[in-house]
């Protein structure tokens, strides 16, 4: 197991979890945070055909697959910005495939959501991007949503940056900045939609670093979209842990041992791998075995 102590360019990082997050991680073991049940949908084509899964509370599931497969619309669906056409949908005890919108904005509460480019607010500084959410929700005294968005630029490496604007970061530092306004309402569950494509190797290990951070510290259950293979497996080999009074990064070499991530692909809107990293690696099927050359 290799070791790398954790990179940032400020402020301190550590545990955000509140009392939901602690509820949602004492839950039944058995019981899935996001379950897809048959889920079917369709435009001009089929999108989804039958996809079926759980998500696990406290884990990551990994969604590959080609372009046009479905994947993102799988995220779209369990936010309810899109309606199945058949099949079921549970979000943290909530079937949300029939939920109108003032119900589901009680789901999309407990969900927070890191999209491809960051979709940061250009007008807005920093701290005005991370604290928007909770800014246009009405229910913090403005000292409290200060605190609280210094508190999540401190999380991602970015204390100092609270009075920028997002032209003055980098792409690695709006994407951390995206990473802090989707924690800063504290959710229980993590939506990553390709949050490292267009970013150099080293960028990008700062980005999954985070994902794992935010798995491992907080027990946050997470949905990752990508087709970024060594990011993927980045996220499955990486955990954070304590040691010595301090949370360094740990690598697992063997990935046979690996557990809290499991790998699911699709292919013309149906699922055909689920598994473990391992499994992946090793699967004989052709298009697997394609798609991972």
Not at 68 to 79: D, E, M, N, P
Not at 105 to 127: C, H, N, P, W, Y
Not at 262 to 268: A, I, N, P, S
Request: charged share 30%; with cysteine.
């Amino acid at each position: 197991m290799a070791q790398r102590g954790d990179e940032r360019d400020d402020g301190e990082e550590e545990s955000v979890l509140d009392e939901g997050q602690a509820e949602a991680a004492a839950r039944d073991v058995d019981e899935p945070v996001i379950s897809f049940r048959d889920v079917h949908v369709a435009y001009d084509r089929p999108i989804l055909r039958g996809v079926s899964f759980n998500l696990s509370p406290g884990t990551t599931k990994i969604v590959l697959g080609g372009s046009g497969s479905g994947k993102t619309t799988i995220l779209r669906l369990a936010l309810g910005l899109l309606k199945l056409d058949a099949g079921s949908i549970v979000v943290d005890g909530t079937e949300v495939s029939g939920l109108g919108e003032e119900d589901m904005r009680d789901v999309r509460l407990k969900i927070g959501m890191v999209f491809q480019e960051g979709a940061l607010f250009d007008s807005l500084t920093v701290g005005e991007n991370v604290g928007y959410r909770l800014i246009e929700d009405g229910k913090l005294e403005e000292a409290e949503i200060e605190s609280r968005v210094r508190e999540m630029l401190g999380f991602v490496g970015l204390a100092t940056h609270y009075d920028k604007m997002p032209s003055d970061l980098s792409g690695g530092q709006k994407r951390r900045v995206a990473f802090a306004r989707a924690l800063v309402a504290r959710p229980q569950i993590m939506f990553y939609d390709e949050p490292t494509t267009g970013l150099d190797p080293i960028t990008a290990t700062t980005i999954t670093d985070l994902i794992c951070k935010v798995r491992d510290l907080d027990g946050v259950s997470s949905i990752l979209v990508t087709h970024q293979l060594r990011d993927a497996y980045n996220v499955a080999r990486t955990f954070m842990v304590k040691k010595d009074d301090e949370y360094v990064t740990s690598v697992v070499d063997d990935i046979a041992t690996l557990e809290g991530t499991e790998f699911m692909m699709l292919r013309e809107g149906t699922v055909v791998f689920e598994g473990s990293p391992h499994e992946l690696q090793t699967s004989t099927d052709p298009y697997i075995k394609e798609f991972l050359s």
